[in-house]
């Protein structure tokens, strides 16, 4: 059975089972896990970077369908103002 920080110290558990609740005093500790390599840092298994995207994509979802927009990420100022204006 447990409660919330606040009930507990507001001292509304009074009993668990009909006994005292036992106070058990544990540390925390750090636990060290062994986790799997995300990826193989060998040379041979290197893919091509990912290429660098020069523009800003939006979807915008209406009723009437899906607006998809691209934007230079160059001009993102007037990107950013289009939204709030959109967003009113």
């Known amino acids: 059975m447990g ?7 507001a001292g509304y558990v ?3 089972n009909g006994k005292p609740p036992v106070q058990q005093n544990i540390e925390p500790a750090f636990v060290p896990l062994r986790l799997a390599p995300v990826c193989d840092p060998s040379p041979e298994s290197a893919e091509a ?3 660098v995207v020069e523009t800003i994509r939006m979807e915008l ?3 009437g ?3 998809t927009v691209h934007w230079p ?3 993102a100022g007037p990107c950013a103002q289009m ?3 959109l967003l009113r």
């Open 83 to 85: 939204l709030r204006d």
């Open 3 to 9: 409660c919330t920080r606040t009930w507990c110290s």
């Open 65 to 67: 369908g899906t607006l």
């Open 49 to 51: 970077p990912a290429p």
């Open 61 to 63: 979802s209406r009723p």
């Open 14 to 16: 009074r009993t668990v």
């Open 73 to 75: 990420v160059s001009a």
